[in-house]
């Protein structure tokens, strides 16, 4: 006669079969678990190698983008930095350019005072750099024969402003009123009226002046040079020296002098 299972077996029975599928259970679970992790980890990798990549390739395309290919006079093929056009930095650009290229003293103008006789303005040019970069970089737009109708009057315009001021710089130089050393401070833009690619500027150099007085001694003075001028600027014309293409009508130098007095700096204005 077949033994009948009593209710305690079976509860026994049923405790080994939970404990054994939870076992299983749990073993699945951790391997889940486990591939999820390591699945993560690879993506991550992943995703970090693909960003590290379009970040090269977003910097190799900045760096592409960042210069536009020019051609000198001479034929060579340059690269050129492409630079931001607000007012804000077309102003300080403008400034830094009047003040590297015609604010110049005695000492500039007579290569450390190895020239002493000044027959004509192009001795001046001849002999600062100063004038001649202000000359080929902000006057100068090329022959005339190859310019428009607008550009050529706008050259022969700022042509007449700069040899009024060389005029001027000789004649302080002949006169022995022109200081020695030209120390600029700092800059200080009164005016600025940018339109499209024109623009009129009003700026003050507050500087500082040292020279020879007749007497044999040294005289040093505070003073302020006030340019007004006039432009136009193309980036797309610019150059390594010249990055927003400007070109300058220097309409207004108001320059200090030497004081015979030695009682302070004293203006000439050379062209209006």
């Known amino acids: 006669?077949?033994?009948?299972?009593?209710?305690s077996d079976n509860h026994t029975k049923f405790q080994?079969?939970?404990?054994?599928?939870?076992?299983?259970?749990?073993?699945n679970v951790q391997f889940?678990?486990?591939?999820f992790l390591v699945l993560m980890v690879w993506q991550n990798i992943n995703l970090g190698?693909?960003?590290?990549?379009?970040?090269?390739?977003?910097?190799?395309?900045?760096?592409?983008n960042s210069k536009v290919i020019g051609l000198t006079a001479d034929g060579r093929v340059i690269g050129i930095e492409k630079t931001?056009?607000?007012?804000?930095?077309?102003q300080v650009v403008i400034a830094r350019a009047i003040r590297d290229s015609l604010i110049v003293g005695r000492r500039e103008l007579t290569k450390n005072y190895t020239v002493s006789t000044f027959q004509s303005t192009e001795d001046l040019l001849n002999n600062s750099d100063?004038?001649?970069?202000a000359f080929v970089n902000y006057i100068y737009l090329g022959a005339p024969e190859s310019l428009n109708d607008e550009d050529r009057k706008f050259q022969a315009e700022a042509a007449q402003y700069f040899t009024a001021y060389l005029k001027w710089l000789l004649?302080?130089?002949?006169?022995n009123n022109l200081p020695h050393f030209i120390?600029?401070?700092?800059?200080?833009?009164?005016?600025?009226?940018?339109?499209?690619?024109?623009?009129?500027?009003r700026i003050q150099f507050p500087c500082q002046t040292e020279s020879i007085g007749s007497d044999g001694k040294a005289v040093s003075q505070f003073g302020v040079n006030e340019v007004y001028a006039e432009g136009i600027f193309d980036v797309a014309k610019g150059t390594p020296e010249n990055p927003f293409g400007l070109k300058i009508i220097p309409k207004e130098m108001k320059v200090v002098e030497i004081n015979p007095k030695g009682q302070g700096a004293g203006y000439s204005t050379t062209a209006q």
């Not at 931001?84 to 077309?90: C, E, G, H, S, T």
């Not at 100063?130 to 970069?133: A, G, N």
């Not at 004649?171 to 006169?175: A, G, K, V, W």
């Open 16 to 27: 080994l079969v939970l404990a054994f599928v939870q076992r299983n259970m749990l073993k």
């Open 49 to 64: 190698e693909q960003a590290n990549v379009l970040a090269e390739m977003r910097e190799d395309n900045l760096k592409s």
């Open 130 to 133: 100063r004038l001649k970069s």
């Open 1 to 7: 006669m077949p033994v009948k299972p009593n209710d």
């Open 84 to 90: 931001q056009v607000d007012a804000a930095n077309l």
């Open 183 to 201: 120390s600029v401070t700092h800059m200080n833009v009164v005016q600025f009226v940018p339109d499209k690619n024109r623009f009129t500027i």
């Open 171 to 175: 004649m302080s130089l002949n006169d």
């Open 32 to 35: 889940y678990f486990g591939a």
